[in-house]
């Protein structure tokens, strides 16, 4: 079984602030990862697979790199409507979630 | 538009089964694989299980033994099938469909499952 490991499970940032979120896997995936944002009350919405490919429609200012077992995703100028928990998963051997990192407003 | 609606959400006994439904639209549910993802309240995601286009499935250990998951084909609707239901069983079930990769790419809306005497 694969676990994965988020830090920090919160963070608080200003708007037009860069966030960077973290994801660390038990052993290596390769760079079969991916990242998902939630907000409250909503279903959670692909942002980045293959650890750094851009879903459709995701804007540029999301950012994912690393391969193997450290990851990070990047937020390079938060806007009010990135606020929101964002989970790391691995789908190299099957698949698993990381536990969450929650982006609030400073 | 790829579309997933899931319906079967319920209150139910301990003990007693349910089934869910993800009904699929713009894509047929046999060319991707089909997962259950759940979400118990104010926790985090957790896969419950998967079905490949070749009929293999896959399901995680909490639910294995209990859960089956199935798709129909002529309805373009895969199913969870929850027997013997616990109370950790309490949960937003959300319909999930393969994207670019083994990633899910789209996602339903969810339905909630509450599992309470």
């Known amino acids: 079984e694969i676990v994965m490991t988020q830090s920090p499970a919160t963070l608080s940032v200003s708007p037009g602030e860069r966030a960077t979120l973290s994801c660390r896997a038990s052993?290596?995936?390769?760079?079969?990862l991916a990242w998902y944002q939630q907000k409250p009350g909503q279903a959670p919405r692909l942002l980045i697979y293959?650890?750094?490919t851009r879903a459709t429609g995701i804007p540029a200012r999301f950012s994912g790199s690393g391969s193997g077992t450290e990851f990070t995703l990047t937020i390079s100028s938060l806007q009010s409507e990135d606020f929101a928990v964002y989970y790391c998963?691995?789908?190299?051997?099957?698949?698993?979630f990381g536990q969450g990192t929650k982006v609030e407003i400073k | 538009e790829v579309r997933l609606v899931e319906t079967g959400g319920d209150l139910i006994q301990p003990g007693r089964p349910l089934r869910l439904s993800c009904a699929a639209s713009?894509?047929?549910?046999?060319?991707?694989?089909m997962s259950w993802v759940r979400q118990a309240p104010g926790k985090g995601l957790e896969l419950v299980s998967v079905?490949?286009?070749?009929?293999?499935?896959y399901y995680a250990d909490s639910v294995k033994g209990r859960f089956t998951i199935s798709r129909d084909n002529s309805k373009n609707t895969v199913y969870l099938q929850m027997n013997s239901l616990r109370v950790e069983d309490t949960a937003v079930y959300y319909c999930?469909?393969?994207?670019?990769?083994?990633?899910?790419?789209?996602w339903g809306q969810g339905t909630l499952v509450t599992v309470s005497s």
């Open positions: 999930a469909r393969e994207g670019n990769d083994y990633s899910m790419g789209y």
């Open positions: 713009d894509f047929t549910v046999s060319s991707k694989f």
């Open positions: 079905i490949y286009s070749d009929l293999n499935t």
């Open positions: 052993q290596s995936v390769s760079s079969n």
């Open positions: 293959g650890a750094s």
């Open positions: 998963q691995q789908y190299n051997y099957y698949w698993a």
